[in-house]
Each structure stands twice: as structure tokens, then as C-alpha cells.
């Protein structure tokens, strides 16, 4: 949970992904800070479960299953959204996957898959979620990318690493787009998040010589929505 004092009572977000990992702790992060949620996944018994317990803590979440990187159910998730919630103020997209996979061995599936969810599921989410916030006012969008993406290689994984250089530039590009519309779009960008995929090792670009926390990503986060007041 964040160490600093947020309160974003009466501010609502969409989070992508919310069923684990960094998803789930921006979910909660955010409710504790008093927004108003609501949360996807792919997997129907993470999203579930996360949106009760979050419920249960004195929340405010509903709770959608659908996958990213189709349009018609991003679509659904930000009607949902605003159905449940009215005005949506912030949007964090960490739906994302990983495949480690050489380049002599890629699968053209997995391959098509990285780059659908990890780049094309957040184009859907910033083009479609930035029409509405331009339309209400505005608001702040957060893509997680990677440094896997932009300084650091990592041993295997060209697909991950491509989706996530596109997603910087998609970035980059939404945001001088929206800015004068009043709509932000950053990307985080962390090296090796202690989360349930990610094996137990030493980080060797992380001075500290240990994995980030998933709370760490959510910290920075809350920093980037707050900026949008
Ligand atoms: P995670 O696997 O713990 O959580 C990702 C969640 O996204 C899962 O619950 C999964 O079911 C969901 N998901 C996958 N595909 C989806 C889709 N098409 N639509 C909706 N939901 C979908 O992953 P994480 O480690 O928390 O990573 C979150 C984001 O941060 C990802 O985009 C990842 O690439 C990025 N990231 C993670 C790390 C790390 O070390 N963990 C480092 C850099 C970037």
C-alpha cells in the first residue's frame, strides 16, 4: 500500500488486468486512496475475487471479465464503467503477457497473441477510454510498459520485448495528442516486479539488488493520476 496520503474520493478508474500482480495492487491502492473501481480480467475468478475482497474492505468495485485485446469487450468494460460510476477520471492498463521465447524458435501465435494483448488491447483502451474523458472533461491514462521495452534487453522474449517498444511510442504519441485536451497518457516502465510470474531473482539492473514490489508500481502510479488534477 502507498505511504503517502492520496485521496481521490469521488474519482473513479478503470483498471486493466486488476486479478493480479501490479493489476491488483493499483486496484486496491486506489480504493484505500477512496476511488470508485472498476476492475477487469481475463480470468473470471481472479476479477471475482479481487472486486469482493476489495468490496468487502468498504470499497466501491465492479467487477468485468473480458479480454483486453478484443475492442468490442473494451468497449463493454468502459460502458459498464461509467453505467456503475458516471464520469471515468482515470484509466490503468496492465493487461499484459509474457512468453519467453528465443527468436530462432517464436511461435507466430505467440508472437500475434504478445503484440494483440500487450500493444493492440491498449491502443483499444487509450483510444476508446480518451474519446469519453475528451468528451467529459478529461482525465489520466497509465500504460504499463516495461524496461524491457525501451533501455534493457532481456535473455529471451522478442515478442514481449517488441509490444512493449510500441507501447512506449503509443504512448508517447497519445500523449502529445490528448495533452491539450486535457487528456495525460504516461507509461510506467518497471524492470523485475516481485509477482507471481516472475521467479525469485536477483535483479542486475536494480541497484538495490532486489526485485520491485508491486507496491512500488502502484505508488508511482497514484503519483501520475494525482498529477491530473
Ligand atoms: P500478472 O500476470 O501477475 O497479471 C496480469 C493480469 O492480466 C493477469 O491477472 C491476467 O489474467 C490478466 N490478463 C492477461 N491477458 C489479459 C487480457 N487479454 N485481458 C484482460 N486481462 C488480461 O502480471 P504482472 O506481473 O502484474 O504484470 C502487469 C503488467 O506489468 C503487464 O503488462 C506486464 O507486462 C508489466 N510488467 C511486469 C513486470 C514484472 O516484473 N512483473 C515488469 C515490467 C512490466
Not at 115 to 143: H, K, P, W, Y
Request: proline fraction near 3%; hydrophobic fraction near 45%.
Amino acid at each position: 500500500m502507498p505511504n503517502f496520503v492520496v485521496d481521490f474520493t469521488g474519482k473513479t478508474a478503470i483498471v486493466t488486468g486488476a486479478g493480479s500482480g501490479i493489476g491488483l495492487a493499483v486496484a486496491q491502492a486506489l480504493s484505500k486512496a477512496g476511488a470508485s473501481l472498476a476492475l477487469n480480467d481475463l480470468n473470471p475468478d481472479r476479477i471475482e475475487r479481487v472486486t469482493d475482497a476489495i468490496n468487502a474492505e468498504g470499497g466501491n468495485a465492479i467487477g468485468f471479465h473480458g479480454d483486453m485485446s478484443n475492442r468490442f469487450q473494451v468497449s463493454a468494460l468502459i460502458e459498464r464503467a461509467r453505467d456503475a460510476h458516471g464520469k471515468i477520471d482515470f484509466m490503468v492498463n496492465t493487461a499484459g503477457i509474457y512468453k519467453a521465447q528465443e527468436m530462432s524458435g517464436m511461435d507466430e501465435w505467440d508472437w500475434r497473441r504478445q503484440i494483440e494483448v500487450n500493444l493492440t488491447g491498449a491502443f483499444f483502451c487509450t483510444q476508446l477510454m480518451s474519446r469519453v474523458m475528451v468528451d467529459e472533461g478529461g482525465g489520466a491514462i497509465v500504460n504499463l510498459a516495461s524496461t524491457a521495452g525501451h533501455p534493457n534487453p532481456i535473455d529471451m522474449g522478442v515478442g514481449y520485448v517488441s509490444s512493449k517498444s510500441g507501447l512506449i511510442g503509443l504512448t508517447k504519441q497519445s500523449a502529445h495528442e490528448l495533452a491539450s485536451k486535457n487528456v495525460r497518457v504516461n507509461a510506467v516502465c518497471p524492470a523485475f516486479i516481485d509477482t507471481p510470474d516472475i521467479p525469485t531473482i536477483e535483479n542486475p539492473n536494480n541497484a538495490m539488488q532486489r526485485l520491485g514490489t508491486v507496491d512500488d508500481i502502484a505508488n508511482v502510479i497514484l503519483f501520475l493520476l494525482l498529477l491530473s488534477f
